[in-house]
């Protein structure tokens, strides 16, 4: 990436909730080529390499992911492939080429028995197959040597694509009762928070390229601040309908316990992460999760 020009970027997961949103936020930065896995199968390391060839990216920001939680864990092969190959080779090529990688991994990388936040320094333990391969991804970008960001976020919900925020508006208005985890602890966080800092993350860094700057380079918590349940966001949710239509009939929401709620995949209890490290280096603290989401 030479001094003055627009880096070439390339977005991997256009489709997906954070993919979608770099789409935008990402285009004042440098030219974009986006891909969703039509253009590019990630689960085939030839049309990794190809694309990559092709393209010759300056920045690669890797959004595909597979994500479906509890399907990984009869999945493991798939998850792995997609959420541990891909990225490791994707990162070999960024260390060969010299591209800045920016990759996205998960509070599920952590078993959730921590009382505080979780902080980047943290030792990950993750409870099921999504949170193990996504760990192996963040191990083997960091191996390959290449520059690169890892932004660990949770929570995600937008509106589009399919999330927690999306499925209980549906279920307000389909059913008479809901019932919803209380006991597990995270941040709901918007797609757009994290796309947007993304953005301003990269735009410090690369307009202080010229600076010693791989210091500030590694894994980063993104969230949206503040702390809450299921239960407690789908509460959110359902008073902000209310809000927004006093005549509507909306389901009840009952709390419940995680053993009341039996999945394929366990998941953490604690799904808190620190953003401290992202204020102190970047000087971004990140919105109060109930601010993005009252203006969706
Ligand atoms: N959702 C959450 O709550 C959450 C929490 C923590 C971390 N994360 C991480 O954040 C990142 C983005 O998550 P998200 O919620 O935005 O994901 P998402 O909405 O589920 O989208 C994932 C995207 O990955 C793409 N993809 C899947 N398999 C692919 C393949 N074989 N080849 C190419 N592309 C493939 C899909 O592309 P197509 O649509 O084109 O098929 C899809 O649009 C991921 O790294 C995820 O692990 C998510």
Request: hydrophobic share 35%; with cysteine; glycine share 6%.
């Amino acid at each position: 990436m030479t001094k003055g020009q627009r880096p070439k970027i390339l977005i991997f997961g256009k489709n997906g909730q954070i993919g979608f949103e770099l789409c935008r936020s990402l285009s004042y930065l440098g030219n974009l080529t986006a891909l969703g896995s039509v253009e590019c199968d990630i689960a085939d390391p030839h049309r990794i390499i190809d694309t990559l060839d092709h393209i010759k990216p300056d920045i690669i920001v890797n959004a595909a992911a597979y994500t479906a939680v509890d399907k990984a864990e009869s999945e493991c092969e798939l998850a792995f492939k997609i959420n541990a190959d891909a990225p490791w080779i994707t990162a070999e090529w960024a260390s060969k080429y010299k591209a800045l990688m920016v990759h996205f991994s998960t509070d599920y990388v952590f078993d959730g028995t921590k009382e505080t936040p979780y902080t980047e320094e943290d030792k990950p333990a993750p409870l099921n197959v999504y949170g193990e391969s996504k760990l192996a991804g963040d191990i083997n970008i960091q191996n390959s040597g290449c520059d690169h960001f890892i932004f660990r976020t949770g929570w995600i919900y937008g509106t589009r694509g399919k999330n927690f925020y999306l499925t209980i508006q549906k279920l307000l208005r389909e059913k008479e009762e809901i019932r919803v985890v209380n006991d597990q602890y995270g941040a709901p966080t918007r797609c757009r928070t994290i796309a947007g800092i993304t953005a301003l993350v990269l735009m410090q860094y690369i307009s202080n390229r010229e600076l010693e700057n791989k210091d500030v380079l590694g894994v980063y918590n993104l969230t949206n601040s503040g702390k809450t349940t299921w239960y407690g966001f789908a509460k959110a949710i359902r008073e902000k309908k209310r809000l927004e239509n006093k005549s509507l009939k909306l389901a009840d929401i009952i709390p419940i316990s995680s053993k009341e709620y039996p999945a394929p995949a366990r998941r953490p209890e604690n799904s808190l992460l620190s953003c401290e490290k992202l204020q102190k280096v970047f000087g971004i603290k990140t919105p109060g999760w109930k601010e993005p989401f009252s203006s969706l």
